[in-house]
Protein backbone atom coordinates (compact mmCIF):
# COMPACT_ATOMS: atom_id res chain seq x y z
CA UNK A 1 0.00 0.00 0.00
CA UNK A 2 1.08 3.23 -0.90
CA UNK A 3 2.35 5.91 1.97
CA UNK A 4 -0.10 8.33 1.24
CA UNK A 5 0.33 12.04 2.77
CA UNK A 6 -1.99 14.24 4.25
CA UNK A 7 -2.30 17.42 2.15
CA UNK A 8 -4.70 16.41 -0.45
CA UNK A 9 -5.04 18.15 -3.99
CA UNK A 10 -7.26 19.25 -6.31
CA UNK A 11 -4.78 19.34 -9.56
CA UNK A 12 -6.90 16.73 -11.40
CA UNK A 13 -9.50 18.63 -11.52
CA UNK A 14 -8.22 21.97 -12.32
CA UNK A 15 -6.20 20.32 -15.19
CA UNK A 16 -10.00 18.96 -16.49
CA UNK A 17 -10.98 22.99 -16.12
CA UNK A 18 -8.03 24.34 -17.75
CA UNK A 19 -8.43 23.28 -21.44
CA UNK A 20 -7.89 19.34 -20.05
CA UNK A 21 -4.17 19.84 -19.68
CA UNK A 22 -1.84 16.89 -19.59
CA UNK A 23 0.42 16.32 -16.98
CA UNK A 24 2.83 16.26 -19.43
CA UNK A 25 2.04 20.18 -19.87
CA UNK A 26 1.70 21.02 -16.32
CA UNK A 27 5.08 19.40 -15.75
CA UNK A 28 6.30 21.32 -18.27
CA UNK A 29 5.82 24.74 -17.21
CA UNK A 30 6.76 23.75 -13.75
CA UNK A 31 9.68 22.39 -14.38
CA UNK A 32 9.39 18.72 -12.95
CA UNK A 33 9.15 15.27 -14.53
CA UNK A 34 5.61 13.60 -15.57
CA UNK A 35 6.36 11.31 -13.09
CA UNK A 36 6.74 13.73 -10.16
CA UNK A 37 3.16 15.09 -11.47
CA UNK A 38 1.37 12.23 -11.14
CA UNK A 39 2.88 11.61 -7.84
CA UNK A 40 1.47 15.08 -6.49
CA UNK A 41 -1.80 14.45 -7.84
CA UNK A 42 -1.64 10.92 -6.64
CA UNK A 43 -0.71 11.92 -2.77
CA UNK A 44 2.62 10.00 -3.11
CA UNK A 45 4.53 12.69 -2.63
CA UNK A 46 4.49 16.40 -0.67
CA UNK A 47 5.49 18.97 -3.30
CA UNK A 48 7.94 21.51 -1.78
CA UNK A 49 6.59 24.99 -0.81
CA UNK A 50 8.22 26.35 -4.57
CA UNK A 51 6.34 24.02 -6.69
CA UNK A 52 3.31 23.96 -4.84
CA UNK A 53 3.31 28.06 -5.64
CA UNK A 54 4.15 26.86 -9.31
CA UNK A 55 1.18 24.83 -9.55
CA UNK A 56 -1.05 27.05 -8.18
CA UNK A 57 0.25 30.09 -10.61
CA UNK A 58 0.02 27.87 -13.38
CA UNK A 59 -3.59 27.64 -12.87
CA UNK A 60 -3.82 30.95 -12.01
CA UNK A 61 -5.48 29.94 -8.09
CA UNK A 62 -4.36 30.82 -4.92
CA UNK A 63 -2.38 27.97 -3.38
CA UNK A 64 -4.91 26.57 -0.76
CA UNK A 65 -7.11 26.10 -3.94
CA UNK A 66 -5.19 23.78 -4.88
CA UNK A 67 -3.72 21.88 -1.42
CA UNK A 68 -5.40 21.19 1.09
CA UNK A 69 -4.33 19.99 4.59
CA UNK A 70 -7.28 18.51 6.97
CA UNK A 71 -8.08 20.46 9.91
CA UNK A 72 -7.53 18.53 13.01
CA UNK A 73 -7.93 21.24 15.31
CA UNK A 74 -4.39 22.28 16.03
CA UNK A 75 -4.80 25.58 14.18
CA UNK A 76 -6.93 27.19 17.34
CA UNK A 77 -3.79 26.17 19.05
CA UNK A 78 -2.03 29.12 20.40
CA UNK A 79 1.57 29.97 18.71
CA UNK A 80 4.30 28.90 20.88
CA UNK A 81 7.36 31.69 20.80
CA UNK A 82 10.11 32.17 22.43
CA UNK A 83 10.65 35.01 25.13
CA UNK B 1 9.15 5.33 -14.64
CA UNK B 2 11.70 8.40 -14.56
CA UNK B 3 14.72 7.84 -16.08
CA UNK B 4 16.46 8.29 -12.39
CA UNK B 5 14.46 5.79 -10.96
CA UNK B 6 15.68 3.33 -13.93
CA UNK B 7 19.08 4.50 -12.78
CA UNK B 8 18.64 3.24 -9.45
CA UNK B 9 17.17 -0.38 -10.84
CA UNK B 10 20.33 -0.35 -13.21
CA UNK B 11 22.69 -0.24 -9.95
CA UNK B 12 20.96 -2.08 -7.97
CA UNK B 13 20.91 -4.60 -10.86
CA UNK B 14 24.53 -4.17 -11.40
CA UNK B 15 25.33 -5.00 -7.88
CA UNK B 16 23.68 -7.95 -7.45
CA UNK B 17 24.68 -9.39 -11.08
CA UNK B 18 28.75 -8.61 -10.43
CA UNK B 19 28.20 -9.95 -7.08
CA UNK B 20 26.57 -13.14 -7.21
CA UNK B 21 29.13 -13.25 -10.31
CA UNK B 22 31.74 -13.13 -8.20
CA UNK B 23 30.72 -15.77 -5.98
CA UNK B 24 30.47 -18.32 -8.71
CA UNK B 25 33.18 -17.05 -10.82
CA UNK B 26 35.63 -17.54 -7.19
CA UNK B 27 33.74 -21.32 -6.60
CA UNK B 28 34.70 -21.91 -10.03
CA UNK B 29 38.26 -20.89 -9.77
CA UNK B 30 38.60 -22.84 -6.32
CA UNK B 31 38.33 -26.10 -8.16
CA UNK B 32 36.20 -27.97 -5.01
CA UNK B 33 39.28 -26.07 -2.86
CA UNK B 34 38.45 -23.84 -0.29
CA UNK B 35 37.56 -20.23 -1.82
CA UNK B 36 40.53 -18.76 -0.04
CA UNK B 37 42.67 -20.35 -2.16
CA UNK B 38 41.62 -19.27 -5.11
CA UNK B 39 43.02 -16.35 -6.84
CA UNK B 40 40.49 -13.89 -5.29
CA UNK B 41 42.57 -10.87 -5.76
CA UNK B 42 41.90 -10.94 -9.69
CA UNK B 43 38.39 -12.35 -9.63
CA UNK B 44 37.50 -9.35 -6.84
CA UNK B 45 38.84 -6.69 -8.99
CA UNK B 46 37.07 -7.87 -12.45
CA UNK B 47 33.78 -7.57 -10.45
CA UNK B 48 34.40 -4.49 -9.31
CA UNK B 49 35.56 -3.09 -12.42
CA UNK B 50 32.56 -5.51 -14.45
CA UNK B 51 30.04 -3.42 -12.08
CA UNK B 52 31.45 0.27 -12.74
CA UNK B 53 31.35 -0.94 -16.68
CA UNK B 54 28.26 -2.25 -16.10
CA UNK B 55 26.46 0.92 -14.34
CA UNK B 56 28.68 3.35 -16.62
CA UNK B 57 27.02 1.48 -19.93
CA UNK B 58 23.43 1.44 -18.66
CA UNK B 59 23.54 5.14 -17.85
CA UNK B 60 24.49 5.56 -21.23
CA UNK B 61 21.96 3.06 -23.44
CA UNK B 62 19.40 4.66 -21.00
CA UNK B 63 20.33 8.19 -22.18
CA UNK B 64 20.19 7.12 -25.81
CA UNK B 65 17.37 5.19 -25.36
CA UNK B 66 15.65 7.89 -23.67
CA UNK B 67 17.98 11.17 -24.51
CA UNK B 68 14.49 13.79 -23.47
CA UNK B 69 14.32 12.25 -20.28
CA UNK B 70 18.44 12.06 -19.72
CA UNK B 71 18.55 15.79 -17.99
CA UNK B 72 15.14 16.03 -16.46
CA UNK B 73 15.72 15.47 -12.83
CA UNK B 74 13.67 17.66 -10.51
CA UNK B 75 13.74 18.20 -7.24
CA UNK B 76 11.63 14.77 -5.92
CA UNK B 77 14.58 13.05 -7.62
CA UNK B 78 17.26 14.98 -5.64
CA UNK B 79 15.25 14.28 -2.38
CA UNK B 80 14.53 10.34 -2.89
CA UNK B 81 18.26 10.17 -4.16
CA UNK B 82 19.05 12.10 -0.97
CA UNK B 83 17.60 9.20 1.01
CA UNK B 84 18.87 6.09 -1.02
CA UNK B 85 22.02 7.45 -0.66
CA UNK B 86 21.84 8.47 3.35
CA UNK B 87 19.92 4.99 4.03
CA UNK B 88 22.85 3.40 2.12
CA UNK B 89 25.81 5.73 3.84
CA UNK B 90 24.05 4.05 6.90
CA UNK B 91 24.03 0.92 5.97
CA UNK B 92 27.79 0.75 4.60
CA UNK B 93 29.09 2.32 8.53
CA UNK B 94 26.98 -1.00 10.13
CA UNK B 95 27.92 -3.34 7.78
CA UNK B 96 31.84 -1.99 8.15
CA UNK B 97 32.33 -3.24 11.56
CA UNK B 98 32.69 -6.57 10.47
CA UNK B 99 36.01 -6.06 7.98
CA UNK B 100 37.26 -3.67 11.11
CA UNK B 101 36.52 -6.47 13.89
CA UNK B 102 38.41 -8.93 11.29
CA UNK B 103 41.21 -6.84 11.20
CA UNK B 104 41.46 -6.22 14.64
CA UNK B 105 41.80 -9.46 15.49
CA UNK B 106 44.00 -10.14 12.49
CA UNK B 107 42.45 -12.05 10.41
CA UNK B 108 43.84 -12.90 6.83
CA UNK B 109 43.41 -10.71 4.39
CA UNK B 110 41.18 -12.80 1.78
CA UNK B 111 38.29 -12.40 4.78
CA UNK B 112 38.71 -8.64 5.39
CA UNK B 113 38.43 -7.95 1.44
CA UNK B 114 35.94 -9.84 1.24
CA UNK B 115 33.87 -8.47 4.32
CA UNK B 116 34.66 -4.95 2.77
CA UNK B 117 33.21 -6.07 -0.77
CA UNK B 118 29.88 -7.69 0.65
CA UNK B 119 29.47 -4.35 2.93
CA UNK B 120 29.86 -2.11 -0.75
CA UNK B 121 27.51 -4.05 -2.07
CA UNK B 122 25.25 -4.42 0.43
CA UNK B 123 25.40 -0.56 0.89
CA UNK B 124 24.47 -0.71 -3.18
CA UNK B 125 21.55 -2.94 -2.99
CA UNK B 126 20.14 -1.37 0.68
CA UNK B 127 20.10 2.58 -0.47
CA UNK B 128 19.19 1.97 -4.16
CA UNK B 129 16.00 -0.31 -2.65
CA UNK B 130 15.23 2.62 -0.59
CA UNK B 131 15.22 5.13 -3.63
CA UNK B 132 13.01 2.50 -5.56
CA UNK B 133 10.55 2.30 -2.00
CA UNK B 134 10.16 6.00 -2.12
CA UNK B 135 9.78 5.89 -6.06
CA UNK B 136 7.16 3.22 -6.17
CA UNK B 137 5.45 3.87 -2.38
CA UNK B 138 5.28 7.30 -2.23
CA UNK B 139 7.66 9.79 -0.27
CA UNK B 140 7.04 12.68 2.09
Known amino acids: ?83 | MSFEEKGAWLYLGAAVVTYVGYVVALLVRAGGAPPADAPWVSTMLGAIAASVVLSVVGQVVLGVARPSEAHQKDVRDEEINRRGEFVGGVTLGVAMVVPFALTLLEQPHVWVANAMYLAFTLAAVVGSAAKLVAYRRGFR
Open chain 1, 1 to 83: MAKQTRVTNRIRTLRFTHDEMTQAELARRVGVTRQTVLAIEQGRYSPSLEVAFQIAHVFGVPLDDVFQYPDDGSADAPDRRDG
